[in-house]
Protein backbone atom coordinates (compact mmCIF):
# COMPACT_ATOMS: atom_id res chain seq x y z
CA UNK A 1 0.00 0.00 0.00
CA UNK A 2 0.99 3.26 -0.98
CA UNK A 3 2.59 5.08 2.67
CA UNK A 4 -0.73 7.34 3.47
CA UNK A 5 -1.79 6.98 7.48
CA UNK A 6 -5.12 7.86 8.44
CA UNK A 7 -5.57 8.84 12.17
CA UNK A 8 -7.68 8.34 14.13
CA UNK A 9 -9.30 5.08 12.96
CA UNK A 10 -12.64 5.25 15.02
CA UNK A 11 -14.29 8.33 16.49
CA UNK A 12 -17.24 8.61 18.08
CA UNK A 13 -18.40 12.13 19.56
CA UNK A 14 -21.33 14.21 20.61
CA UNK A 15 -23.16 16.82 18.25
CA UNK A 16 -21.50 20.29 18.69
CA UNK A 17 -18.10 19.23 19.23
CA UNK A 18 -15.05 19.60 17.10
CA UNK A 19 -13.34 17.09 15.64
CA UNK A 20 -10.25 16.43 13.63
CA UNK A 21 -9.05 14.12 11.26
CA UNK A 22 -5.33 13.54 10.41
CA UNK A 23 -4.13 12.01 6.99
CA UNK A 24 -0.14 11.56 7.11
CA UNK A 25 2.00 10.54 3.75
CA UNK A 26 5.68 9.33 3.11
CA UNK A 27 5.13 9.51 -0.59
CA UNK A 28 5.90 13.04 -0.70
CA UNK A 29 2.91 13.49 -3.43
CA UNK A 30 2.01 17.09 -4.18
CA UNK A 31 -2.14 16.36 -4.21
CA UNK A 32 -3.91 15.06 -1.38
CA UNK A 33 -7.85 14.82 -1.01
CA UNK A 34 -10.39 14.28 1.59
CA UNK A 35 -13.68 12.31 0.86
CA UNK A 36 -16.66 10.83 2.27
CA UNK A 37 -18.23 7.82 1.67
CA UNK A 38 -21.78 7.12 2.45
CA UNK A 39 -24.67 4.42 1.23
CA UNK A 40 -26.43 5.91 -1.70
CA UNK A 41 -23.55 8.79 -3.10
CA UNK A 42 -20.58 6.66 -3.20
CA UNK A 43 -17.22 8.74 -2.38
CA UNK A 44 -18.00 12.46 -2.28
CA UNK A 45 -15.06 15.06 -2.37
CA UNK A 46 -15.27 17.11 0.50
CA UNK A 47 -11.68 19.11 0.22
CA UNK A 48 -8.46 18.65 -1.83
CA UNK A 49 -4.71 20.16 -1.87
CA UNK A 50 -2.91 20.95 -4.28
CA UNK A 51 -0.03 22.06 -2.79
CA UNK A 52 1.56 23.16 1.32
CA UNK A 53 -1.19 26.17 1.76
CA UNK A 54 -3.08 25.55 -1.22
CA UNK A 55 -6.85 24.15 -0.90
CA UNK A 56 -10.17 24.36 -2.54
CA UNK A 57 -13.49 23.15 -1.96
CA UNK A 58 -15.20 20.07 -3.60
CA UNK A 59 -18.79 19.32 -4.05
CA UNK A 60 -19.91 18.66 -0.18
CA UNK A 61 -17.35 21.27 1.54
CA UNK A 62 -19.71 22.82 4.03
CA UNK A 63 -19.57 21.77 7.64
CA UNK A 64 -15.63 21.09 7.02
CA UNK A 65 -12.35 23.13 6.83
CA UNK A 66 -9.11 21.74 5.70
CA UNK A 67 -5.69 23.09 6.48
CA UNK A 68 -1.73 21.62 4.69
CA UNK A 69 0.94 22.96 6.27
CA UNK A 70 3.77 20.80 5.07
CA UNK A 71 3.70 18.31 2.27
CA UNK A 72 2.90 14.78 4.04
CA UNK A 73 -0.06 15.93 6.41
CA UNK A 74 -3.41 17.21 5.71
CA UNK A 75 -5.70 17.94 8.03
CA UNK A 76 -9.44 18.06 8.00
CA UNK A 77 -11.56 19.57 10.84
CA UNK A 78 -15.19 19.82 11.22
CA UNK A 79 -15.66 22.75 13.83
CA UNK A 80 -18.94 21.96 15.02
CA UNK A 81 -20.01 18.08 14.19
CA UNK A 82 -23.20 17.38 13.16
CA UNK A 83 -24.94 13.50 12.92
CA UNK A 84 -25.19 14.20 9.41
CA UNK A 85 -21.41 14.15 9.16
CA UNK A 86 -21.76 10.76 10.37
CA UNK A 87 -19.60 8.98 7.42
CA UNK A 88 -16.29 7.09 6.58
CA UNK A 89 -13.74 9.36 5.45
CA UNK A 90 -11.15 8.91 3.34
CA UNK A 91 -7.53 10.71 2.46
CA UNK A 92 -6.36 9.97 -1.42
CA UNK A 93 -2.84 11.06 -2.87
CA UNK A 94 -1.85 11.55 -5.94
CA UNK A 95 1.15 12.23 -7.59
CA UNK A 96 0.18 14.83 -10.79
CA UNK A 97 -2.78 14.28 -13.14
CA UNK A 98 -3.07 10.68 -15.02
CA UNK A 99 -2.02 9.19 -12.41
CA UNK A 100 -4.01 6.74 -10.32
CA UNK A 101 -5.58 8.22 -6.63
CA UNK A 102 -4.45 6.33 -3.60
CA UNK A 103 -6.29 5.80 -0.57
CA UNK A 104 -5.80 5.48 2.96
CA UNK A 105 -8.07 2.84 5.18
CA UNK A 106 -10.47 5.23 6.18
CA UNK A 107 -11.56 7.19 10.07
CA UNK A 108 -15.34 5.48 11.22
CA UNK A 109 -16.56 8.57 12.44
CA UNK A 110 -19.66 8.61 14.35
CA UNK A 111 -21.35 11.39 15.89
CA UNK A 112 -24.04 11.28 17.87
CA UNK B 1 -25.29 6.59 -9.55
CA UNK B 2 -26.01 3.35 -6.77
CA UNK B 3 -24.73 3.61 -3.20
CA UNK B 4 -21.72 1.57 -1.54
CA UNK B 5 -23.18 -1.64 0.27
CA UNK B 6 -26.93 -0.73 -0.72
CA UNK B 7 -29.06 -1.70 -3.56
CA UNK B 8 -25.29 -1.97 -5.79
CA UNK B 9 -25.13 -4.44 -8.63
CA UNK B 10 -24.07 -7.73 -7.73
CA UNK B 11 -22.13 -10.36 -9.70
CA UNK B 12 -21.54 -13.68 -8.07
CA UNK B 13 -19.13 -16.06 -10.37
CA UNK B 14 -17.63 -19.53 -9.33
CA UNK B 15 -14.15 -20.03 -8.42
CA UNK B 16 -12.03 -20.25 -11.39
CA UNK B 17 -14.69 -18.34 -13.89
CA UNK B 18 -13.73 -15.37 -15.80
CA UNK B 19 -15.47 -11.92 -14.11
CA UNK B 20 -16.76 -9.22 -16.07
CA UNK B 21 -17.96 -6.16 -14.60
CA UNK B 22 -19.19 -3.06 -16.39
CA UNK B 23 -19.38 1.04 -15.72
CA UNK B 24 -21.38 3.24 -17.88
CA UNK B 25 -19.87 6.72 -17.55
CA UNK B 26 -22.03 9.70 -18.73
CA UNK B 27 -18.61 12.59 -19.57
CA UNK B 28 -17.91 12.05 -22.99
CA UNK B 29 -14.91 14.31 -22.51
CA UNK B 30 -13.30 12.13 -19.74
CA UNK B 31 -10.05 11.22 -20.62
CA UNK B 32 -8.81 8.86 -17.98
CA UNK B 33 -10.24 5.81 -16.25
CA UNK B 34 -9.29 3.66 -13.18
CA UNK B 35 -10.14 0.78 -11.68
CA UNK B 36 -10.60 0.05 -7.69
CA UNK B 37 -11.71 -2.80 -5.60
CA UNK B 38 -12.59 -1.90 -2.20
CA UNK B 39 -13.03 -4.89 0.35
CA UNK B 40 -14.57 -4.49 3.56
CA UNK B 41 -13.66 -2.43 6.37
CA UNK B 42 -10.51 -0.70 3.77
CA UNK B 43 -10.20 1.67 1.56
CA UNK B 44 -10.07 1.72 -2.30
CA UNK B 45 -7.28 -0.32 -4.11
CA UNK B 46 -6.16 1.12 -7.33
CA UNK B 47 -6.39 -2.28 -9.74
CA UNK B 48 -5.64 -0.57 -13.53
CA UNK B 49 -6.27 2.48 -15.52
CA UNK B 50 -6.34 3.15 -18.79
CA UNK B 51 -6.07 6.83 -21.48
CA UNK B 52 -8.49 7.51 -24.03
CA UNK B 53 -6.01 7.08 -26.57
CA UNK B 54 -6.48 3.11 -25.86
CA UNK B 55 -9.22 1.29 -26.08
CA UNK B 56 -7.48 -1.83 -24.34
CA UNK B 57 -5.18 -2.34 -21.55
CA UNK B 58 -3.76 -5.41 -19.52
CA UNK B 59 -2.39 -6.48 -16.36
CA UNK B 60 -1.77 -9.13 -13.88
CA UNK B 61 -5.40 -11.39 -14.76
CA UNK B 62 -7.43 -8.28 -15.36
CA UNK B 63 -8.03 -6.23 -18.01
CA UNK B 64 -9.72 -3.32 -18.84
CA UNK B 65 -11.65 -2.05 -22.25
CA UNK B 66 -12.96 0.89 -23.27
CA UNK B 67 -15.66 1.85 -25.77
CA UNK B 68 -15.71 5.45 -25.90
CA UNK B 69 -18.30 5.51 -28.92
CA UNK B 70 -20.68 3.97 -25.75
CA UNK B 71 -19.12 5.27 -23.02
CA UNK B 72 -18.42 2.43 -21.62
CA UNK B 73 -15.18 0.58 -19.56
CA UNK B 74 -15.22 -3.05 -18.09
CA UNK B 75 -13.12 -4.82 -15.78
CA UNK B 76 -12.49 -8.33 -16.94
CA UNK B 77 -10.58 -10.51 -14.20
CA UNK B 78 -9.18 -13.73 -15.22
CA UNK B 79 -9.51 -17.07 -13.13
CA UNK B 80 -11.19 -15.17 -10.50
CA UNK B 81 -10.48 -16.17 -7.07
CA UNK B 82 -12.28 -15.99 -3.56
CA UNK B 83 -9.95 -13.12 -2.75
CA UNK B 84 -11.50 -10.79 -5.61
CA UNK B 85 -14.43 -10.67 -3.91
CA UNK B 86 -14.83 -7.05 -3.33
CA UNK B 87 -16.90 -3.91 -4.78
CA UNK B 88 -15.47 -2.81 -7.62
CA UNK B 89 -16.19 0.31 -9.10
CA UNK B 90 -14.55 2.73 -11.83
CA UNK B 91 -13.41 6.42 -11.73
CA UNK B 92 -13.62 9.28 -14.53
CA UNK B 93 -11.04 12.39 -15.47
CA UNK B 94 -12.98 15.01 -17.33
CA UNK B 95 -10.48 16.67 -19.60
CA UNK B 96 -10.34 20.25 -19.06
CA UNK B 97 -7.75 23.12 -20.46
CA UNK B 98 -4.54 23.12 -17.52
CA UNK B 99 -4.96 20.63 -14.74
CA UNK B 100 -7.60 19.60 -13.04
CA UNK B 101 -5.56 18.93 -9.60
CA UNK B 102 -5.82 15.02 -10.51
CA UNK B 103 -9.75 14.91 -9.67
CA UNK B 104 -11.75 12.21 -10.40
CA UNK B 105 -15.67 11.09 -10.56
CA UNK B 106 -16.26 7.77 -8.87
CA UNK B 107 -18.77 4.99 -9.75
CA UNK B 108 -20.88 3.31 -7.00
CA UNK B 109 -19.87 0.10 -7.88
CA UNK B 110 -20.58 -3.50 -8.30
CA UNK B 111 -20.46 -6.04 -5.59
CA UNK B 112 -18.33 -9.41 -6.65
CA UNK B 113 -18.85 -12.30 -4.83
CA UNK B 114 -16.23 -15.10 -5.88
CA UNK B 115 -18.11 -19.07 -4.13
CA UNK B 116 -15.32 -21.67 -4.04
Known amino acids: DAGITQSPRHKVTETGTPVTLRCHQT?????MYWYRQDPGHGLRLIHY???????DKGEVSDGYSVSRSKTEDFLLTLESATSSQTSVYFC???????????FGDGTRLSIL | GESVGLHLPTLSVQEGDNSIINCAYS??????FIWYKQESGKGPQFIID?????DKRQGQRVTVLLNKTVKHLSLQIAATQPGDSAVYFC???????????????FGQGTILTVHP
Open chain 1, 27 to 31: ENHRY
Open chain 2, 91 to 105: AEKGSVSGTSYGKLT
Open chain 1, 49 to 55: SYGVKDT
Open chain 2, 50 to 54: IRSNM
Open chain 2, 27 to 32: NSASDY
Open chain 1, 92 to 102: AISSKDYQPQH
